[in-house]
């Protein structure tokens, strides 16, 4: 095995979470009569460039098909997130009309439809038809093809045949893609091939440096091809001819970095950020694998502790229930080997997810509805990077029927929902 990024060969193994499904592979009724494929679910360390990252088992379009379930309009939080992205990339670098912005995996249109209202011509590239489909619903142009470097080429020239300029993008956007492209380096030329001289790109991905730090092992899926810090980005920006010149520091998804680069030689400040977060990178060690060695025990602690929070509330008699069908969940689920004995349900506000099944798991998926006609003594919040905003909405549970919220990570801890 060799580093997507450097090819250097990987021996050092940092976590090994044994087999699971793909996170998103949610399972119809008649399947669960099927076998169910598994792949090995290990991160390396690469010691050359930083970069962390799974096996290969599997393609990417077979990740991310038709049938894909993730819906980013679910999150009121993000929507509200991706507003206030847009209202400021509009104002810092002053687009309007004759701009161009692009997203990579513009999934159902939440980013772009701002830009839209703006008046602002866009464009989202999105490989998965049912998300696609919702964006088109929103008025936002959308690609049904994986970016690349010969797909942003593609455009580019497309758009200087059109007379649009020399075709380029003044803004490139990409959250939370980052991580799940396989050939990094194709990506990321691609962005250099689409990117105007003067534009900016910016991306949004889950800072490896705390997933480390606080064990957020549920984040590592098959999905999630590469685990991301600066260092390891500077580094695959400069192959590609980018540098970045800005970085913030984001609290979604436990902690998250959204880099600002452009053209080497273009004419983009750099800020004292960069230099600030590459330093605190290389003063906790993230690029020696001696930062690693403790991530194989909080996640057996993590599972251990749910497992032991399940068959107590069992042993009781006592009803459980869970909140949000996430990849999370999936992660932490199948590596501590619960299923519906223990957890009998899960609920979920994306209709594309009622009725199936968990990979691996096998807990049956069911709409909020549920929770109202039989509510639960306990209920977890699996994905906990938006506990707040789902402990809101459901606060009725605990004020109507005393049921206790649990957040999962790193073990079961009760969370009293803002509204009490």
């Not at 992205?85 to 772009?112: C, H, K, P, W």
């Not at 839209?116 to 038809?129: H, N, R």
């Not at 580094?235 to 053209?263: M, N, Q, Y």
Request: net charge negative; proline share 6%; charged share 20%.
């Amino acid at each position: 095995m060799q580093c997507r990024h450097c090819s250097t060969p990987l021996s050092h193994n940092i976590l090994d979470l044994a087999h699971a499904p793909p996170s998103n592979a949610y399972l119809e009724a008649e399947q669960l009569l099927q076998p169910e494929v598994h792949f090995p679910l290990r991160l390396f360390f690469c010691p050359t460039c930083t970069l962390v990252q799974t096996e290969d088992f599997c393609r990417a379009d077979d990740l991310f098909d038709a049938n894909y379930v993730y819906f980013s309009s679910t999150s009121s939080s993000w929507c509200a997130h991706a507003a206030r992205y847009a209202q400021t990339a509009i104002s810092r670098f002053g687009l309007g009309a004759d701009s161009f912005v692009v997203e990579v995996a513009s999934n159902d249109g939440y980013l772009l439809k701002n830009f839209v209202a703006a008046g602002i011509p866009c464009l989202g590239f999105e490989p998965t038809a049912s998300t696609a489909e919702a964006a088109r619903a929103e008025g936002v142009q959308s690609r049904l093809e994986f970016f690349s470097e010969a797909t942003a080429r593609a455009l580019r020239q497309e758009r200087a045949a059109q007379g649009k300029g020399d075709g380029g993008a003044d803004l490139i956007a990409g959250n939370n893609v980052y991580a799940h492209v396989p050939d990094i380096n194709d990506f990321t030329r691609g962005l250099g091939q689409l990117l105007a001289a003067e534009g900016v790109v910016s991306l949004e991905f889950p800072h490896l440096l705390e997933l480390v730090t606080q064990g957020q092992f549920d984040t590592v899926y098959h999905e999630h091809f590469s685990y991301l810090s600066l260092t390891a980005v500077s580094k695959i920006f400069a192959a590609a001819g980018l540098r970045i010149f800005d970085v913030e520091t984001l609290p979604t998804h436990g902690g998250s970095l959204r880099v600002w680069g452009c053209h080497e030689e273009a004419a983009h400040v750099r800020q004292a950020s960069v230099d600030a977060v590459l330093g605190q990178e290389h003063e906790a060690g993230l690029g020696t694998v001696d930062f690693y060695s403790n991530l194989q025990s909080m996640a057996d602690h993590a599972a251990d502790s749910l497992l032991v929070f399940l068959a107590e509330c069992k042993s009781r008699g006592e009803t459980v229930a869970a909140y949000g069908a996430a990849a999370k969940g999936t992660t932490l689920l199948n590596y501590a080997r619960i299923g519906p004995r223990l957890l009998p349900y899960v609920c979920d506000a994306a209709p594309f997810k009622q009725g199936r099944f968990l990979p691996g798991s096998h807990i049956p998926v069911r709409p909020a509805a549920a929770l109202r006609e039989a509510p639960p003594q306990h209920l977890l919040i699996l994905p906990w990077n938006i506990k707040a905003e789902i402990a809101a909405d459901l606060a009725w549970l605990a004020r109507d029927h005393g049921t206790k919220f649990w957040t999962i990570m790193p073990e079961p801890a009760c969370l009293v929902p803002p509204t009490l």
